[in-house]
Structure formats: C-alpha cells, structure tokens
C-alpha cells in the first residue's frame, strides 16, 4: 500500500498564468503508517507557488505537518513536526527530459492538470528521520528494570556484570 493524500492536489492548467501564481491546500494523509512507521494525525498544510515561463512550470512546493512517532530508545509516544520544501519543474519541453531528474515531470500534450500530491508526499516522507528519538539526549530504558530512565532512577547496577553471575560475586573462595 502507498501513502496517499486523501483529496488529489492538483490545478487546472489553462488557469494558469504566465509569470507566478501562489495557492495553499490542506489535505490529509491517508495509510502513512503502512510505509514511515510514522503517522500523520494531522492535516498536511500545502503552500504551492508555481511560475511559469513558456512550456515549464516551476512548482515550489512547502509542506508542514505533525508526525506521531514512537520513540527508538524509551517507546515513549511523541508528536513533532515535520516541514519541507522542494521545487520540482512540470514542462512540455521532452528535451528537458533529457537531463533525467528526479524532480523533472514531463507533461504530455493532452494534459489538463498539474497534479503534485505525490510530490507532496514525497518531500514529506523524505524528512522523517531514519532515528527517531523523542528527545536528542533521551535516557532510554534501563536494560534491567526496563523503567524510562527520562522520568525514572533505578539502583540497577549497569556494569559488565550479566545479572545472572552476580551470585558468583558473593561465593567466598578462599575457604
Ligand atoms: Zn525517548
Ligand atoms: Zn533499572
């Protein structure tokens, strides 16, 4: 399953005008856990400004939202948000298909829309970090006790002892 949002974010072309137009959208993720381990509760916020020169269009595209993440160390639960932006260039121009990008999109003769919500999702999930920690220095869990060391002290002792030799500790040898 792919993420998608849930209403198509796109504009009309011939509403377009030469030189820069500017729109905002509000869309909503749907299926975002299935891909990000990451879910986006909130809507997305979608500022778009498209300037247009002959044949191209250049779409600066700027997305913010708030992920639900669950820490990497502690499992604690923690929302942030995530913003980014991208400029990706829709044209009629095949050759500028040439110079192959990533985001280059070549529009066909007969089409009526430019459509960015793939875009837009995108350059969302690109800025979900690899690690996820709901703070930069967060404690984790003790690997003995297993409490969230953030909000917790425990007197586990965390040496290179494994628990259970720790009764060897205490046999007096020397009788
Ligand atoms: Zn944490
Ligand atoms: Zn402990």
């Not at 905002?24 to 879910?39: I, P, Q």
């Not at 498209?50 to 604690?76: M, P, Q, W």
């Not at 110079?99 to 999930?125: K, N, T």
């Not at 984790?140 to 965390?158: A, D, F, M, Q, R």
């Amino acid at each position: 399953m792919t993420p998608r949002v849930q209403e198509k974010i796109s504009i009309p072309l011939h509403s377009i005008k030469e030189g820069v137009s500017e729109y905002k959208f509000r869309s909503k993720f749907v299926e975002s856990e299935v891909l990000t381990g990451c879910e986006f509760r909130e809507k997305i916020d979608v500022s778009l400004k498209i300037t247009k020169g002959g044949a191209d269009y250049l779409c600066e595209i700027s997305v913010r939202s708030v992920g639900h993440f669950i820490c990497d160390r502690c499992l604690e639960e923690f929302d942030r948000e995530v913003k980014a932006s991208s400029a990706v260039l829709y044209t009629y121009d095949k050759s500028s298909a040439e110079m192959e990008s990533e985001s280059l999109h070549v529009l066909s003769a007969s089409a009526d829309e430019i459509d960015i919500s793939s875009d837009v999702i995108d350059i969302l999930l690109l800025e979900v970090p690899a690690k996820k920690l709901c703070m930069e220095d967060c404690k984790g869990l003790c690997p003995v006790c297993g409490k969230n060391l953030n909000t917790e002290n425990c007197s586990c002792v965390k040496d290179e002892i494994d628990p259970r030799w720790q009764g060897l500790r205490n046999i007096d040898f020397s009788k």
